[in-house]
């Protein structure tokens, strides 16, 4: 075991459970004798670079675990998108604060940082042990199961879904809801799990392993409305055509960029209205209404699950332990036992940075907008105790008098 500092760091979007992760990784380093400090870096790797440091160890136990059950980024995050010569400032700083141990919580971009600082360490010949703890509510890293941070906002959109089909089966129309994914559509094909009769919403998911066209699309719309009345969809912010465009670039005279150029396709309404006037234009339908889920599926407080609580607490713990009793840098991943239990691994880096997981087919319904029951079982366990149901009243119609 190295003897020095720990940092601790959280990049990218917030999650529900992203706390857990961070205190997990906080009171476990300070059980080890060789650790002399644990700090917290404000805002990620930028905190890093600017030399933002919380003192951690000087946390109470009680105030971390308060801390460990509130949703988003206790230490605040960032969108930054280190490359080599940003990674080499970041080890720069590491090593003049003699810090030995290096645990950075975030996703794919955030795993390829660890994965950057950790060759630097190997060349420099500096003791730095550098481990990533998986976090996003895409659910879109390679290797393990599932994210940290997806069963809640998961939780969150099947329970948004199963709202609103209630409220569109009330008062009947063509409801379109954007839910968050630019390259996996897990988040999206959540929304099934709020059906609870044959007829219930959503009633058609589109999700980004799947070409999107707008024509067809509102082709489904107008038969489903045909077919039930009425008519809930899915749809991922990522959908895009068979040429890999976004759809959003192509129904819109103008989109917005984030600073990495990619096309901003969350925290906008604008997928939705785009969606919403194609279909009255091909549809003829006129009660068609639009919804972005947006940030709300990151941090909402009352929807988290019990599962990913617990499982983002451990996965912080198990980074700590491998990094304390290993001799190997890596990321943490989830591994499914049984029915539903869990296993904790180190992965190498290389497998796991900078890549993305989509879908795989046998989650994806043969018509491309629905999701299959494999896909119904993987995740149900995910969401955690408490899931509600939606009843309805039983069709026992009285006989007409007037008007027979």
């Not at 917290?40 to 933002?52: M, S, T, W």
């Not at 971390?64 to 960032?78: D, H, I, K, R």
């Not at 660890?114 to 998986?134: F, G, M, N, Q, T």
């Not at 009425?230 to 989109?255: F, M, N, Q, W, Y």
């Amino acid at each position: 075991m190295f003897k020095g500092k720990v940092v601790v760091a959280q990049g990218g979007g917030p999650t529900a459970v992203i706390n857990q992760s961070m205190v997990g990784a906080v009171l476990e380093s300070r059980k080890f004798r060789n650790i002399d400090l644990v700090y917290g870096a404000f805002h990620g790797v930028r905190g890093i670079i600017d030399e933002e440091f919380l003192d951690l160890t000087q946390e109470t136990t009680h105030n971390l675990e308060m801390v460990a059950q509130t949703p988003s980024s206790a230490l605040g995050s960032t969108r930054d998108k280190p490359d080599l010569k940003y990674c080499q400032e970041v080890f720069k700083v590491l090593k003049a604060h003699q810090v030995g141990y290096f645990f950075y919580i975030g996703g794919n971009d955030s795993s390829d940082t660890v994965r950057i600082v950790s060759e630097e360490a190997k060349r420099a010949e500096y003791d730095l042990r550098c481990i990533h703890i998986p976090k996003t509510i895409d659910n879109d890293l390679m290797v393990t199961d599932h994210t940290p941070g997806f069963p809640s906002a998961a939780r969150f959109v099947a329970q948004a879904f199963m709202g609103v089909n209630l409220d569109n089966r009330a008062l009947s129309g063509v409801y379109i809801g954007v839910v968050m994914g630019r390259h996996a559509g897990f988040l999206t094909a959540a929304s099934a799990l709020g059906k609870k009769f044959p007829d219930d919403g959503p009633h058609l998911i589109y999700m980004p392993e799947r070409s999107f066209d707008v024509d067809q699309f509102a082709a489904d719309v107008k038969a489903t409305y045909e077919k039930y009345g009425r008519c809930v969809v899915a749809v991922s912010e990522g959908i895009h055509d068979a040429s890999g465009e976004p759809i959003i670039t192509k129904l819109a005279e103008d989109v917005e960029r984030d600073a990495h150029g990619n096309v901003q396709l969350s925290g906008t309404g604008a997928l939705a209205d785009l969606l919403v006037s194609a279909v009255k234009k091909k549809t003829g339908i006129k009660r068609v209404r639009g919804d972005t889920l947006g940030y709300l599926q990151r941090s909402f407080v009352g929807c988290v699950s019990d599962v990913d609580q617990r499982e983002a607490r451990e996965v912080g713990e198990k980074a700590v332990q491998f990094a304390m009793w290993g001799e190997l840098d890596g990321s943490v991943t989830i591994h499914r036992t049984g029915f539903y239990s869990v296993d904790y691994q180190l992965t190498a880096l290389r497998e796991v940075a900078g890549k993305t997981k989509v879908m795989p087919n046998e989650f994806i319904a043969a018509n491309g907008h629905d999701v299959t029951t494999e896909f119904l079982m993987y995740l149900r366990p995910l969401l955690g105790r408490g899931m509600p149901d939606a009843y309805r009243l039983r069709d026992n119609r009285v006989p007409k008098v007037l008007n027979i």
